[in-house]
């Protein structure tokens, strides 16, 4: 007989129909004469009632079937009498096909803290949050691609490993082959790459916008969706060393179509949550964040508010003068700290916000440069509980302007060349961001730290697993 899904056994309604379920146990409990297993197999949040009656099967010959075992059970589906449940099986046959010693299985009925968690990550995914978790980050994943496939963009593949860190977005990983005991040096004492895999430095990617602008000013509009390095040593709920950005680049975009499309795709990723994962963020709704669904459906009800940078200043300036107390100073100029983006968000607009042309100091060579020689066409999608979600900017098409911008920033462009030729032919208005997966995942999950929404988080001195 092949097997049901729980999730599928759940929307039945064929009683006395015979099904094989399998899965793992969660609970089990009953009295001497009948057995209850409660069966979860990944496929909802949801667990399958097993009811065992020991008349048919001897107690003593399912012993096996603890917390944590993982077992096939076939039997007829019958409405269920108890709560909580519409169907259940009564079983005629069960198979134990690998047992968990409930004195050293490491999940135990009780609720556990993330961090016990975060240390068997090897094992959290059969828990139920973070089952939740993970279905909701498949789940989101699939709506970004639905979403750009819809719109007609390409999923344009940029390399993980990268010979330029001109973005400069972050600290980079080396990849190297050298013998790292043997390390040659040139004679003026820098390293010597010219027998190492690639004869040059190479790093883990930052970032995959400077080929995805090569990918736009080809397909017209391209998006990328994959992994994302950097080596800073932050140890904080909201950054992560491995994580998944999605960017999309298109060709002949304005500043405010930009941020049409940023609202746009975070409103249909939340919305797509919403319609598609109910039971699921149900669950989390209960369990970890009680106005987790009313914050979604807030902002896939609001409009984002659109605000330049300048602006946002001079309210936290108002702020301070009425009393608030912030921990770092707000000047024109300062790069605004999360607590004044979180300000904004939650207190003053209770919206989101997207800020606008900021301070060309404190952002990205590539922004484009606004008329007052001051500020640059970038902007930052700021949300409720997670500040920055969204980086992105409309670039500087003009090759000369680009240029200067390099030259006074000292920006080593000698392995550019091929980015700067978008400039020299053909160069074309356009624009980009880029989405944080793992940001996106903490506010359709709920979830308080990064390194609970991805499966095997990678942050400074933890690579296990
Ligand atoms: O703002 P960032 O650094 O922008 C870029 O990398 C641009 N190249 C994007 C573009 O225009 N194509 O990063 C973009 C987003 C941030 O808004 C944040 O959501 C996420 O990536 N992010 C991180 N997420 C987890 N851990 C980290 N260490 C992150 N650093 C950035
Ligand atoms: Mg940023």
Not at 43 to 52: A, G, Y
């Amino acid at each position: 007989m092949s097997r049901t899904k729980v999730q599928d056994a759940l929307q039945m309604t064929e009683y006395g129909k015979q099904i094989v379920v399998k899965g793992w146990v969660r609970t089990r409990r009953g009295n001497k004469n009948v057995g209850f297993i409660a069966l979860n197999d990944g496929s909802t949040i949801k667990n399958l009632q097993i009811v065992v009656d020991f008349a048919k099967i001897p107690e003593e010959s399912i012993k096996a079937v603890t917390t944590g075992a993982c077992i096939a059970a076939e039997g007829q589906l019958v409405k269920s009498e108890g709560k909580g449940q519409t169907v259940e099986v009564l079983a005629n046959k069960i198979e134990v096909y690998g047992t968990a010693d409930p004195e050293s299985y490491p999940l135990q009925k009780k609720g556990h803290s993330m961090e016990y968690l975060r240390e068997i990550a090897h094992l959290r995914p059969r828990t139920n949050t973070f089952g939740a978790v993970l279905r909701l980050r498949h789940n989101m994943a699939y709506a970004i691609h639905t979403y750009f496939h819809e719109h007609g963009f390409y999923y344009f593949h940029t390399p993980i490993i990268t010979g330029s860190d001109c973005e400069g977005a972050g600290q980079m990983f080396s990849v190297t082959t050298q013998d790292l005991s043997k390390i040659k040096f040139d004679e003026n004492g820098k390293v010597d790459y010219s027998d190492d895999f690639f004869g040059k430095p190479t790093s883990l990617t930052v970032s995959g916008q400077l080929e995805g602008e090569l990918g736009a000013t080809a397909l017209g509009a391209i998006y990328t969706f994959g992994p994302t390095f950097r080596a800073e040593n932050s140890n904080t709920p909201r950054h992560l060393a491995e994580f998944w950005m999605i960017e999309p680049e298109i060709a002949f975009m304005d500043l405010t179509e930009l941020m049409d499309l940023e609202e746009d795709f975070v409103k249909y990723c939340v919305r797509w949550a919403l319609d598609h994962c109910y039971d699921d963020l149900e669950f989390l709704n209960n369990m970890i964040d009680n106005s987790l669904i009313e914050r979604l459906k807030g902002v896939v009800n609001t409009q984002f508010k659109r605000l330049p940078y300048t602006e946002g200043v001079k309210i936290l300036e108002e702020a301070v003068k009425k009393g608030r107390k912030f921990e770092f100073p707000v000047y024109w100029g300062c790069d605004l700290a999360s607590e004044h983006e979180r300000y904004l968000v939650e207190e003053y607009f209770k919206c989101p916000v997207i800020m606008t042309d900021y301070p060309k100091e404190i952002k990205a060579f590539y922004m484009k440069q606004n008329t007052d020689g001051k500020t640059v066409q970038g902007t930052d999608v700021l949300f409720p509980q997670i500040g920055e979600i969204i980086g992105g900017s409309v670039r500087e098409e003009s090759y000369d302007k680009l240029m200067t911008r390099i030259e006074e920033l000292h920006i080593p462009m000698k392995d550019m060349w091929w980015y700067l030729d978008t400039r020299r032919y053909g160069s074309c208005p356009h624009a980009g961001f880029g989405l944080g997966f793992e940001r996106l995942m903490l506010f359709v999950t709920g979830m308080q730290n990064i390194r609970d929404v991805i499966p095997f988080p990678r942050t400074p001195k933890t690579a296990e697993f």
